[in-house]
């Protein structure tokens, strides 16, 4: 069993730059690929970013490819959403996830997920 929080959400201008952190509960972070999905409202969920279980890997949509930067320290239990160059189109709930298997763009590959982080972005 793995319990995420995240946490760093908030209201920032377009352009400007925001650090999403998820900290899991437990002693197999490790074992577990990390991802970060967001869903806006009226919009299906979307995936942002997942890394894999020793950080040497990374993989991104198009969407925030070259904006945002997933990242994770094991010994910390953490991982992270540096996002930069916000858009407007950014404006969600950002969710992470922990899931067993490889790295997925897919939320049903990930076993858990945090409450979700509201990131809104001003025009």
């Known amino acids: 069993q793995v319990q995420l929080v995240e946490s760093g959400g908030g209201l920032v201008q377009a352009g400007g730059s925001l650090r999403l952190s998820c900290a899991a509960s437990?002693?197999?972070?490790?074992?577990?690929?990390m991802g970060w999905f967001r869903q806006a409202p009226g919009k299906e969920r979307e995936f942002v970013a997942a890394v894999s279980r020793n950080v040497d890997n990374t993989y991104y949509p198009d969407s925030v490819k070259g904006r945002f930067t997933i990242s994770r320290d094991n010994a910390k239990n953490t991982v992270y959403l540096q996002m930069n160059s916000l858009k407007p189109e950014d404006t969600a709930v950002y969710y992470c996830?922990?899931?067993?298997?490889?790295?997925?763009?897919?939320?049903?590959?990930?076993?858990?997920w945090g409450q979700g982080t509201q990131v809104t972005v001003s025009s």
């Open positions: 996830a922990a899931g067993s298997g490889y790295f997925s763009d897919s939320g049903a590959r990930y076993d858990y």
């Open positions: 437990g002693r197999t972070f490790s074992s577990y690929t």
